[in-house]
Structure formats: structure tokens, C-alpha cells
Antibody
Framework: EVHLVESGGGLVQPGGSLRLSCAAS????????MHWVRQAPGKGLEWVSG????????DYADSVKGRFTISRDDAKNSLYLQMNSLRAEDTALYYC??????????????WGQGNLVTVSS | QSALTQPPSVSGSPGQSVTISCTGT?????????VSWYQQPPGTAPKLMIY???NRPSGVPDRFSGSKSGNTASLTISGLQAEDEADYYC??????????FGGGTKLTVL
């Protein structure tokens, strides 16, 4: 059974940094692209970033480009999101999600339960 | 990266059919068959219901079906059940190798 478990969220001041992690199990992690998707309180889903199976392709939403960095460690079956220069509008529940394919094609067949990031002074 | 356009809400009675539309552009929905639909009941993570426009993952009832015409994709739920009440989101792969979601549609089962 596929499991995705996010961690690393919390309260951070504007301008601060945070690193999210996602521990994956139940599938061949190094065969698939992975994504981060966020959902602000009471709002819809917003794609944040995706990384291909071999880390050769990393893509970002315009809203986070230059501030966030996605990475993966296949030896640890883990996905990461380094978030710098955080803003109030980055406050959201951050989901880790698995792609159905090895490259970023955006068809997300498994999702974690989400991890809350709150940016506030 | 403008969001895809969905109606904010739809409703139907048990046993009826409802259709949710999802309108994009020639840079996303109109050019790619990587259109997906997700179901999100309150307080839960999204669940993939349809991928590649019209394919259902294992375990998704065949009451759920998807289609596409031009820049607009659609999700149809037939034989509506109380358990179908949830928010539904469409998404599409785009020409800039990104993913765009719709704003979401709240389905109410009357």
C-alpha cells in the first residue's frame, strides 16, 4: 500500500525558511515523478512544484520560483521542499503527491495527508 | 498560469446525473490529454478519480466518467449518491511543463 507522510511544517516569520519532507513507501519511489501541491485555508488546490524520476527536470509555479527548491533522495525514499523568503501568502496545507509517470505530467494518483505551514509574525 | 475555470457549485438529487465543466486554453486542456479530476471531501486529501481525460483508476466506480472537447473538459457523475458530496477539482498539464488546477466545484447532493 502506498503511503506518503509529510513533515517539517509549522509557524515561521515572514522572510524565514522551512524545509518540508515527505517519506514515501509502498512503491518504487525512484521510478516516479513527485510533486508538492498546497491549499490555503478555505481555498482551492495550487500546484507548487514537480521533480522527475531522475531529478533531471524540476518545475515550479511562478508564485514560488526563485524562493522554493524541490529535491529528492531516492536512497531514503524521500521528497523535500526547501522554502525560503516565506510570505504570508505561502500559508497553506502542503501535500506531497506521486505522479503516475516518471516525468512531470501532473496526474497525481496518491497524496499524503498534508502538513500545515503558517507564515506570520 | 491562470487557473482553469470551473463552476463554483453544482447540485443534484440522489440517482440523478450532474456534469462539472473545466475550461482552459490551447496551452493546457486544448493541447494535452493529461487532464485529471480529483475528489476532496471536507477535511481529507484529494483523491484521483479520472486521469488522461477519461480513464478511471482501479476502485473508482464507473458512475464517474470524463470527456473533453476543445479547451473544455467535463466530469459526469451518474446515479448520484450521498457519498459523492465533495469538492471536485480538475487539472491539466501545460505547455510550460507545469500543472494547473481549476478553482474547484462544490457538489451538493440534495
Amino acid at each position: 500500500e502506498v503511503h506518503l507522510v509529510e513533515s517539517g511544517g509549522g509557524l515561521v516569520q515572514p522572510g524565514g525558511s522551512l524545509r518540508l519532507s515527505c517519506a514515501a513507501s509502498g512503491f518504487a519511489f525512484d521510478d516516479y515523478a513527485m510533486h508538492w501541491v498546497r491549499q490555503a485555508p478555505g481555498k482551492g488546490l495550487e500546484w507548487v512544484s514537480g521533480i522527475s524520476w531522475n531529478s533531471g527536470t524540476r518545475d515550479y509555479a511562478d508564485s514560488v520560483k526563485g524562493r522554493f527548491t524541490i529535491s529528492r533522495d531516492d536512497a531514503k525514499n524521500s521528497l523535500y521542499l526547501q522554502m525560503n523568503s516565506l510570505r504570508a501568502e505561502d500559508t497553506a496545507l502542503y501535500y506531497c503527491a506521486k505522479d503516475r509517470e516518471g516525468y512531470n505530467r501532473g496526474q497525481l494518483d496518491y497524496w499524503g495527508q498534508g502538513n500545515l505551514v503558517t507564515v506570520s509574525s | 498560469q491562470s487557473a482553469l475555470t470551473q463552476p463554483p457549485s453544482v447540485s443534484g438529487s440522489p440517482g440523478q446525473s450532474v456534469t462539472i465543466s473545466c475550461t482552459g486554453t490551447s496551452s493546457d486542456v486544448g493541447s494535452y490529454n493529461r487532464v485529471s479530476w480529483y475528489q476532496q471531501p471536507p477535511g481529507t486529501a484529494p483523491k484521483l478519480m479520472i486521469y488522461e481525460v477519461s480513464n478511471r483508476p482501479s476502485g473508482v466506480p464507473d458512475r464517474f466518467s470524463g470527456s473533453k472537447s476543445g479547451n473544455t473538459a467535463s466530469l459526469t457523475i451518474s446515479g448520484l449518491q450521498a457519498e459523492d458530496e465533495a469538492d471536485y477539482y480538475c487539472s491539466s498539464y501545460t505547455s510550460t511543463n507545469t500543472l494547473v488546477f481549476g478553482g474547484g466545484t462544490k457538489l451538493t447532493v440534495l
